[in-house]
């Protein structure tokens, strides 16, 4: 992550990037019921988590293409997109975690990362810092991420194509979890250095 401010273009909420963003975010309860259903005596219904997953991706390429290119970047903007991405990777590591397909450290592992990145964001809000815009490694860390996430989930079952889908999926989930903390700590790398030149300022 890169500590630096985007810049807003319009002050508007309901703009079709926003909304867009609000469409992955009613669609993470519905997400996480399709993956638990089974384990409350429903249906198996994976694939349906599946296709909420893809759609959110979808969504998650057009709400930031289409602010771009319509010059409609917004505050609200800057705070919905990266929600929706952190509330899908809590939801499905909640969801993989209960049905047994995650092992708990892996889980572990990504929530402590998320800790400490709260505890950065929040340091920096001291120092009336606004939020972090995202750069290539961390993006290229939750690409890899939303795509171990799903294929894991399509490995829970019997037949080849399972098979390939848990290797692939833990070959994605292991660049995705080492990139995730490579670019939290490089974050909170900056955080400090940003803050200790601010104290030197003061």
Request: no cysteine; proline share 4%.
């Amino acid at each position: 992550m890169e500590v630096q401010e985007t810049r807003v273009q319009t002050d508007r909420v309901l703009t079709i990037p926003n909304i867009l963003s609000m469409a992955r975010l009613v669609g993470v309860p519905v997400f996480l019921w399709l993956i638990l259903w089974k384990e409350f005596g429903g249906p198996d219904t994976k694939y349906w988590a599946l296709l909420v997953l893809a759609l959110s991706g979808v969504s998650d390429y057009l709400d930031g293409k289409l602010a771009r290119r319509w010059n409609q970047i917004s505050s609200l903007g800057r705070i919905l997109d990266p929600a929706a991405d952190r509330l899908y990777i809590l939801s499905t590591l909640v969801g993989l975690t209960w049905r047994g397909i995650l092992p708990l450290w892996v889980t572990a592992a990504l929530l402590a990362r998320e800790v400490m990145l709260l505890i950065a964001v929040a340091a920096l809000a001291r120092h009336k810092y606004g939020p972090p815009q995202v750069n290539f490694l961390g993006k290229a860390a939750t690409f890899n991420l939303m795509y171990a996430f799903p294929l894991l989930l399509l490995s829970d079952g019997e037949g080849w194509l399972h098979t390939l889908a848990e290797i692939f999926g833990w070959a994605f989930a292991g660049w995705g979890t080492a990139l995730y903390w490579w670019a939290g700590i490089l974050y909170v790398v900056q955080v400090r250095r940003l803050i200790k030149a601010d104290t030197k300022a003061d």
